[in-house]
């Protein structure tokens, strides 16, 4: 049986379309049917008006939480993007949106497909338009220090990757029967919006982590050498310093045992895509995110060659986990230069071979260099996830799960 075959048997309990189960005792109200949706997993079917339906609720729902951003900015938004974004341009895409969401509704209605779906998009629609919509005035002067969470950041990067990864992954599929919404899409989608929402505190903490650790060297004259690189060659130092601190933490996160049960978290997703990458124990994000900002801090990167890598690596982490059939050996000698989707999905391959291999987030070499580097023939594993399978579902369970007595 070939392999692209296999994959497909492997995965084929994830093809099934939405269930209701509906059946005569059931409740048919609108919030137990809301429910049932977000408890399900599966393709949608096409010509059931579920692909308009969720779309729909999707970007209306969105576009609530934005309104809300746009009447709350001191308390909704994060400074360090709203001051970037062009405002008139995201008050269209909001229009947009919105005009988008309710169109979709009205159609279903007309044609009589998931009406309680439906209707439950319009009212989320016309409340969002009588909280303003796009046209929300913005007072120029409000407060610029008061803590937040980054419901901008949440909205914007979710619409994003989701519009970017869901081309990529429907354009060059791993596993065509993959659907978006698989299993335990509800966990990792959760991670996401935690990870995105504490923005800021994250951000607090690791910069605080970082800049505490730093205060202990003394690196003046490294640090006036780093600043005279022209701004690519730094940018390619400070990948390769990241990539180096970050190898460094993430095989210690395998090794150490107690370390593990936080990175088992990440480990425990059994399904790739896009998302899958979010599934991450806050204590991982705060601990790899400051030993790798306290090292490039300590280097002297400029805040600019730092903003850039940032971006780079949020690309690059979510495309790693990617359902892309992106195998290594397609891109030639280039797959010895940089990590790809199949080279990353092998690292979270539930089979002994491929425990403690491939570590690295960007550059393969170092796995090379310290002999943890395994280029995976069949290009792609069948399975993933963590050998013991100890982790639970669901966020809150995942995130006290490191803390738990484990059973002997
Ligand atoms: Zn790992
Ligand atoms: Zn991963």
Same mark, same amino acid.
């Given at each position: 049986?070939?392999?692209?075959?296999?994959?497909?048997?492997?995965?084929?309990?994830?093809?099934?379309? /939405?269930?209701?189960?509906?059946?005569? $005792?059931?409740?048919?109200?609108?919030?137990?049917? /809301?429910?049932?949706?977000?408890?399900?997993?599966?393709?949608?079917?096409?010509?059931?008006?579920? =692909?308009?339906?969720?779309?729909?609720? %999707?970007?209306?729902?969105?576009?609530?939480?934005?309104?809300?951003?746009?009447?709350?900015?001191?308390?909704?938004? $994060?400074?360090?993007?709203?001051?970037?974004?062009?405002?008139?341009?995201?008050?269209? =895409?909001?229009?947009?949106?919105?005009?988008?969401?309710?169109?979709?509704?009205?159609?279903?209605?007309?044609?009589?497909?998931? &009406?309680?779906?439906?209707?439950?998009?319009? *009212? /989320?629609?016309?409340?969002?338009?009588?909280?303003?919509?796009?046209?929300?005035?913005?007072?120029?002067?409000?407060?610029?220090?008061?803590?937040?969470?980054?419901?901008?950041?949440?909205?914007?990067?979710?619409?994003?990757?989701?519009?970017?990864?869901?081309?990529?992954?429907?354009?060059?599929?791993?596993?065509?029967?993959?659907?978006?919404?698989?299993?335990?899409?509800?966990?990792?989608?959760? !991670?996401?919006?935690?990870?995105?929402?504490?923005?800021?505190?994250?951000?607090?903490?690791?910069?605080?982590?970082?800049?505490?650790?730093?205060?202990?060297?003394?690196?003046?004259?490294?640090?006036?050498?780093? +600043?005279?690189?022209?701004?690519?060659?730094?940018?390619?130092?400070?990948?390769?310093?990241?990539?180096?601190? +970050?190898?460094?933490?993430?095989?210690?996160?395998?090794?150490?045992?107690?370390?593990?049960?936080? !990175?088992?978290?990440?480990?425990? *997703?059994?399904?790739?895509?896009?998302? *899958?990458?979010? &599934?991450?124990?806050?204590?991982? =994000?705060?601990? #790899?995110?400051? @030993?790798?900002?306290?090292?490039?801090?300590?280097?002297?990167?400029?805040?600019?060659?730092?903003?850039?890598?940032?971006?780079?690596?949020?690309? !690059?982490? %979510?495309?790693?986990?990617?359902?892309?059939?992106?195998?290594?050996?397609?891109?030639?000698?280039?797959?010895?230069?940089?990590?790809?989707?199949?080279?990353?999905?092998?690292?979270?391959?539930?089979?002994?071979?491929?425990?403690?291999?491939?570590?690295?987030?960007?550059?393969?070499?170092?796995?090379?260099?310290?002999?943890?580097?395994? @280029?995976? #023939?069949?290009?792609?594993?069948?399975?993933?996830? =963590?050998?013991?399978?100890?982790?639970?579902?669901?966020?809150?369970?995942?995130?006290?799960?490191?803390?738990?007595?484990?059973?002997?």
């Amino acid at each position: 049986m070939s392999v692209a075959r296999r994959l497909t048997h492997s995965t084929q309990h994830n093809g099934k379309p /939405l269930q209701f189960n509906i059946t005569a $005792k059931q409740d048919h109200s609108v919030p137990a049917r /809301l429910l049932r949706l977000l408890q399900s997993r599966g393709a949608l079917r096409p010509g059931s008006g579920l =692909v308009t339906g969720v779309i729909g609720l %999707v970007l209306a729902v969105l576009s609530l939480l934005a309104v809300l951003a746009f009447h709350f900015p001191e308390y909704l938004t $994060k400074p360090e993007i709203r001051r970037r974004y062009d405002v008139e341009l995201l008050r269209r =895409v909001l229009l947009g949106a919105l005009v988008l969401s309710g169109s979709f509704a009205l159609l279903n209605a007309v044609l009589g497909r998931v &009406r309680w779906l439906a209707g439950t998009t319009f *009212a /989320l629609v016309l409340l969002s338009a009588a909280l303003g919509g796009h046209a929300v005035p913005v007072d120029p002067d409000f407060p610029d220090h008061t803590p937040y969470i980054g419901l901008d950041w949440l909205v914007l990067d979710l619409l994003g990757s989701a519009l970017l990864f869901v081309f990529i992954e429907k354009a060059r599929p791993l596993r065509r029967q993959q659907p978006v919404f698989r299993e335990a899409w509800q966990t990792d989608l959760t !991670h996401f919006a935690v990870i995105h929402l504490l923005v800021g505190l994250l951000m607090a903490v690791t910069n605080g982590a970082a800049h505490g650790l730093v205060t202990w060297v003394d690196p003046d004259s490294l640090q006036a050498a780093v +600043q005279r690189l022209p701004f690519p060659a730094a940018l390619l130092l400070c990948v390769l310093l990241a990539d180096l601190v +970050q190898y460094g933490v993430h095989r210690s996160f395998h090794e150490v045992p107690w370390l593990w049960r936080f !990175h088992a978290v990440h480990h425990s *997703a059994k399904t790739m895509d896009w998302l *899958a990458g979010s &599934r991450l124990h806050l204590v991982e =994000v705060l601990v #790899t995110r400051s @030993l790798v900002l306290a090292a490039l801090l300590m280097a002297g990167f400029s805040r600019g060659v730092i903003d850039a890598y940032v971006v780079i690596v949020g690309f !690059h982490a %979510v495309l790693n986990h990617a359902n892309v059939n992106l195998p290594g050996r397609r891109l030639g000698p280039l797959r010895h230069l940089i990590v790809t989707p199949s080279y990353h999905h092998w690292h979270h391959a539930c089979e002994p071979a491929a425990l403690g291999r491939n570590y690295a987030a960007h550059l393969p070499f170092i796995d090379r260099l310290f002999g943890t580097q395994l @280029l995976g #023939t069949p290009p792609w594993p069948e399975r993933y996830g =963590v050998l013991e399978d100890d982790v639970p579902e669901g966020f809150w369970a995942q995130t006290r799960h490191p803390f738990r007595r484990r059973k002997t």
